[in-house]
């Protein structure tokens, strides 16, 4: 067993969603006392460093439902049933942006919210990138808008908080160390 | 109304947590088309990059029952209802780690999953830490070990897995950067 390990002794499930699993277990601590745990199951997802040969950071602004509001983020989507992380990595690249690439580079993998939630995000870099000729389709319920910037109007757009999301921080931070 | 905007057709609770509210919205695409959202709402966190004298970064390990392991993390906790992140961040760094400091820089605000939850980390520095004479208390579901570690073995960390979230990811990028 673990250190500090929480057993659970019971598990009551409130949503079997098409993207997430809400539950809520009931665990017993390490010093004997019983507490509430709820709980989201995700799939897993990638996000994509793409920088193109001028030196743009690919961007996609797109509507949040959880936050009301639009947000600036890198290329990212959620993992298919059985589809490895690298070719989901390719496929949302292409679907969100028309880019393809030669190779996608593992920079980093995180988990976005331990506290209640098993999401793991895949962080790649996409290397040799090229302009498809025809742009995959995107998504039923998916509307993104493309955008090219520098490393500095990325610094900008997270200022002015339209770049307000964990992943594509990480990526402006790696592309920052990069470049030194 | 917003570009790509989603209008909220109907909204369906599925849980009231302690922690978080899941509901599943019906919305109207920007083509007309009618599509679900399952959405998360959380309270918001904070999250402290705390440097000792000696050039130690401040680690809490502790058992994360959505991923049923340990993860080694900078200080975090969730904002408490009407609590200033400020203050929340204060409060956390001396119930987690023992250490008070003379001020909380902010450094970045982030969305961890955009995708479904609206969880917003406040992301600060400790300025000025210094250890308290006494440790403040855990919340009593809360069981944490303190490390002190170097840059280098964060990294080394950062290799084993062991840290493996986008916050802790984050702060680390952000002393490499500000070590250069």
New interface residues.
Partial sequence: M?????KTLSTQP??N????Q?R??E?L???G?V????????PG?VAVIAVTEEGKLILV???????E???V?IP?G?LEPGEAPEATAVRELEEETGYGCDEMKLI????????????L?YLYEAVGLRKLEQKADLD??E???LLEVTLEEAQEL?QA?RI????T??AI??L??KN?
Same sequence: chains 1, 2.
């Fill in positions: 673990s250190k500090f390990e929480e409130v949503l969603g098409r993207v997430i809400v809520v277990d665990v601590l390490p010093n006392a507490s509430k745990r709820e709980l989201v199951k995700h997802a602004e797109q509507y949040r439902k959880a936050m509001k639009l947000l983020e990212a959620k980093a993998s995180f988990y976005t919210s331990p506290g209640f939630a098993d999401e995000v039923e319920d509307f993104v808008e997270v908080q307000h999301d964990a992943k921080l990480l931070q790696h920052q160390l030194r």
